[in-house]
């Protein structure tokens, strides 16, 4: 259910957990490589699209101002749009619906930039402290 994947998600520190792993594996690839990163929730995906879009100099979502001659670009995006299952992925294994796969080809060198602290909607951030002994 939506409740246990909350429950879930928080408890494991899974976000957190991603925004620690993009930059490392971005600072990992070699130039002419991509990086694809498959996300089973919006949320997840929500931030991996922000930051492939940081990467490749575009804005980051729609109220982000800053001038394209502002940005810095690392790379590319093949595919402006996530690539989600066929059909017949979906009747062979009915998982995968929720999954989406998106690519950054790295153009050049550099060190990676941080995830964005605006990178979820409305300028919230998820909770990240650990549970309290009373369990919420």
Known sequence: TQVFQGVRMWVNQELPALEAAL???FSKLKVGGLLLVISFHSLEDRL?????RKLAGRPEHEQDGLPLQGRSSWGSL???RATAPSESEIADNPRSRSARLRVFLKEREANPPPVSED???K??????????????
């Open 23 to 25: 930059p490392k594996a």
């Open 48 to 52: 991996v699209k922000r930051y492939f």
């Open 78 to 80: 093949p595919s402006l």
């Open 119 to 121: 990178s979820f909607a």
């Open 123 to 136: 300028g919230k951030r998820r909770p990240t402290a650990p549970l309290s002994p009373d369990g919420f």
